[in-house]
């Protein structure tokens, strides 16, 4: 099951950007949920909790896409160390913030430059499309990607809980400051397998439309055509991903209902724990959650799909919506986290699929910024969930807040039984790298 794994950690380079960047990735998963009990245990407040998170997602969806487009005409190290800088200091001021009680406008303003940094996960995307040899270990790699990843999302969540109610409300926050400081830094060093930036290797040419978006991916080869300069655009939305390429949108929509349900899931079940008596044990179901998506996700990549990525993808937002839908039935933790658990199953092979949808729709010297606008809708998910779950937490209870989780999950489902035949029609981006020949005299 593991030997297609060791086959990509293999590559030269990968296992070092993969293992550093992971531990980059802790404060992904840990950030939102110790942002928010930090917030709601200093203030007392699950609203205010709900409206911080939504700053830093928004900002995040603002700022994500502007950082990555830096990120591919630059390169990660060049943007990212003075960025990283602003991002720490931006979450060390916020806990100041937060247990000096300062009033909630200066949290507002901070909270929103955490999302200097960029997106990690498409960093460590885009070094793995820059080195792996085809589609298979792609798959694989994505895969694995977003396994561990997505054990971060809920994992790191149930962290944040128990370190914030039982040991400090700032710690888990000042945990995730530090991973960033230490895995970021040192990931950024691994220059070897750093991609290109796009204007230092202006040559990649738009070649053919490959028949499906399950396509094989073609090496990048080498052309005797001479390097072609890139082309501008008077008119800002013209050549814009958003506008030449309506799939992405779609799934950047998709990822949008997977956020809400994730942030929502959070805050209700530590509203629900705390209703039974037990919020510290909260952190237990999220894991509980985050072990479900871990075996799912290493499944997955363990074995060759011949089915196209639009069904791989219609069948995990379905699953998905449809476990998200039972949560505020169960009467007891125990159930809750047998619930959870099962959906979990589909959450990272989900993620996954998505990723191998986009890397199938843009070309290589913008796989960042494309991957960038997924994240964008994965953070205004998590912020309109963590937002509507807090406020409906406050007025009712935790069901109230599973409300929510159901709706964002149902509504994936709805979607994308609606774009399916269209995903299914859409073509792969493919291109060739035109490079100089060089004649011997």
């Known amino acids: 099951m593991f030997a297609r794994y060791r086959e990509i950690l293999a590559l030269p380079g990968a296992a070092a950007f993969f293992w550093w960047g992971l531990i980059a990735r802790v404060q992904m998963g840990m950030t ?8 709601q245990i200093e203030y007392n407040s699950y609203s205010t909790a709900g409206a911080v998170l939504a700053a830093t997602s ?10 990555s487009r830096l990120i591919d005409n630059f390169g990660q190290s060049r943007v990212l160390r003075p960025a990283f800088a602003v991002g720490i200091a931006a979450r060390v001021v916020l806990v100041v913030a937060a247990l000096s009680h300062a009033p909630t406008w200066v949290l507002f303003c901070v909270a929103p430059f ?23 270990a792609l798959n694989t790699a ?9 054990v971060l999302f809920i994992a790191g969540p149930a962290i944040a809980t128990i370190l914030a109610t039982a040991v400090a409300s700032w710690l888990p926050s000042v945990i995730a400051a530090s991973t960033l400081l230490v895995g970021g830094y040192v990931f950024l060093s691994l220059r070897d397998t750093e991609p290109p930036a796009r204007r230092a290797d202006a040559g990649t040419v738009p070649l053919t439309m490959a028949p499906v978006i399950d396509g094989y991916y073609h090496r990048v080869g080498i052309s005797d055509l001479p390097p072609s300069r890139p082309r501008r655009y008077r008119n800002p939305l013209k050549g814009h991903l958003l506008v030449t390429t309506p799939a992405l949108v779609i ?3 998709i990822f949008a209902t997977q956020g809400a349900l994730f942030a929502s899931v959070d805050a209700s079940t530590v509203a629900f724990a705390d209703e039974m008596g037990h919020k510290r044990l909260s952190g237990v179901v999220l894991a509980v959650f985050a072990l479900g998506s871990l075996i799912g996700g290493l499944t997955y990549g363990a074995r060759v799909w011949t089915g196209s990525l639009a069904s791989r993808l219609l069948w995990g937002v379905s699953t998905a919506g ?5 949560f505020q039935l169960a ?5 809750l ?12 092979p989900t993620m996954a699929v998505g990723d191998g949808v986009v890397h199938a729709l843009i070309p290589r010297s913008r796989v960042t910024e494309g991957m960038a606008w997924t994240r964008v809708g994965l953070d205004m998910g998590v912020a309109a969930g963590a937002w509507l779950a807090g406020s409906l937490i406050d007025r009712g209870s935790a069901a109230d807040g599973f409300s929510v989780t159901a709706v964002a999950g149902l509504a994936g489902l709805v979607i994308m039984f609606a774009s399916w035949r269209y995903l299914r029609r859409t073509r792969a981006y493919d291109e060739v790298v035109a490079r100089e020949v060089i004649v011997a005299i």
């Open 251 to 253: 799934t950047s929509i």
């Open 58 to 67: 928004i900002g995040y969806a603002i700022l994500a896409p502007q950082m």
């Open 331 to 335: 009467p007891n933790l125990v159930v």
């Open 114 to 136: 955490f999302a200097v940094t960029g997106s990690q996960s498409t960093l460590t995307r885009a070094r793995w499309a820059h080195i792996v040899p085809n589609k298979h």
């Open 322 to 326: 449809v476990g998200a839908a039972l």
């Open 32 to 39: 939102g949920l110790a942002t928010f009990m930090l917030v």
């Open 337 to 348: 986290a047998a619930l959870m658990f099962a959906t979990g199953i589909v959450i990272a």
């Open 142 to 150: 994505f895969s694995l990607e977003s396994s561990l990843e997505e």
